[in-house]
């Protein structure tokens, strides 16, 4: 129900954009939040974005470089990821939670009810 694609090889400094995107069901009523995982490391919150579009809100280590959007209309959710580095090199997973605000809800991976299959990126240096 959750595709994720736009995932690559790319130098450092470079970009991509990562698309989120919704079938089966309409998703414009979830917060939509995108996570990483490298080898060997957890799964870790990277951003999100509420139902509108209103409130987004970024992990420190990407703040600044990563901007999070959506398109209700295409039931699609976007990350930019700018300025990229060799330690951004993961599995990226797109996320939707049917509710929750706080913050500390909206960084947990297991308030989210479906999970996107993840997109590799690579970041060489």
């Known amino acids: 129900q959750l595709q994720a694609s736009g995932g690559g090889l790319v130098q450092a400094g470079g970009s991509l954009r990562l698309s989120c995107a919704a079938s089966?069901?309409?998703?414009?009523?979830?917060?939509i939040g995108w996570f990483r995982q490298a080898p060997g490391k957890e799964r870790e919150f990277v951003a999100d974005i509420t139902w509108n579009g209103g409130s987004r809100y970024y992990a420190d280590f990407v703040k600044g470089r990563f901007t999070i959007s959506r398109d209700n209309a295409k039931n699609t959710v976007y990350l930019q990821m700018n300025s990229l580095k060799p330690e951004d090199t993961a599995v990226y997973y797109c996320?939707?939670?049917?509710?929750?605000?706080?913050?500390?809800?909206?960084?947990?991976?297991?308030?989210?009810?479906?999970w996107g299959q993840g997109t590799q990126v690579t970041v060489s240096s």
């Open positions: 996320a939707a939670r049917a509710g929750g605000i706080t913050i500390p809800i909206r960084k947990a991976a297991a308030k989210y009810d479906y």
């Open positions: 089966g069901r309409t998703f414009s009523s979830y917060g």
